[in-house]
């Protein structure tokens, strides 16, 4: 067999399937997401163009450079919009412990995903916020919790900054090597308390108690010599 007729048999280069620039840009920042949380900076553009199932010269005709793929990837990641359609995704009709379960969650799985991520890239403090993320965050729970204000103890407004709360602390790795808590006792936590109704005559917590009424009959006005001491 010549060297002509083993070319003719041999199959064709693998080429990637044509694409809009910005579905090829989305395919190959989908790839380097896992990648950039296992490796961080280190990850090599050859790993991110196997991931994509592209040659390498693609990853650098649609980005430029790798440092381009790794923040388009790092920004994808971070877009709060996934997880606040995750939330409306709940169902409003379902009880309260079930929806409080969703949330802290869907929450949960966000904040350790944003660890990773910004350990990788060796990265600390908080990712830069959109101004709407939070007001977003808090409108979609608090209309979750609206059928079941009968049972609220706080106004529904101070539901979403709550469990954010308890979510954010619960993800922390250091927070819960000593003694873990699971997913079920912090809802019930949240939806429960620690404690139940107080005592009769036991002021709620961070209330001052009632002053000691004064024993025996007090006089509307007090005498002289009262007013003296």
């Not at 190959?28 to 990648?35: E, F, G, K, S, T």
């Not at 790993?47 to 790798?66: C, H, L, N, P, S």
């Not at 606040?84 to 802290?104: A, C, G, K, Y």
């Not at 407004?157 to 006792?185: H, K, N, W």
């Amino acid at each position: 067999m010549t060297r002509t007729d083993a070319s003719a048999d041999a199959p064709p280069a693998r080429r990637a399937p044509a694409m809009s620039p910005e579905d090829r840009r989305a395919q190959i920042v989908d790839a380097a997401i896992p990648l950039v949380m296992a490796h961080g900076v280190a990850v090599t553009s050859k790993q991110i163009a196997e991931a994509a199932g592209v040659a390498e010269g693609t990853v650098f005709r649609a980005f430029g450079d790798k440092d381009a793929v790794i923040e388009a990837a790092v920004t994808k990641y971070l877009d709060p919009e996934p997880l606040r359609e995750q939330l409306r995704r709940i169902d409003p009709s379902v009880s309260l412990d079930f929806t409080v379960r969703q949330v802290v969650s869907a929450l949960q799985d966000r904040f350790r995903g944003m660890f990773t991520m910004m350990a990788a890239l060796g990265r600390s403090g908080p990712p830069e916020r959109r101004p709407s993320s939070s007001s977003d965050y808090a409108s979609i729970v608090t209309e979750l919790v609206q059928p079941e204000l009968d049972r609220l103890r706080i106004p529904a407004e101070r539901v979403a900054p709550f469990l954010r709360l308890l979510a954010f602390a619960s993800s922390i790795e250091v927070f819960q090597a000593s003694m873990p808590i699971g997913l079920d006792e912090l809802v019930d936590l949240a939806v429960h308390g620690i404690a139940g109704e107080a005592p009769a005559g036991e002021a709620p917590a961070g209330e001052a108690p009632a002053a000691a009424a004064p024993e025996g009959p007090a006089s509307a006005t007090p005498t002289r010599k009262e007013a003296q001491c």
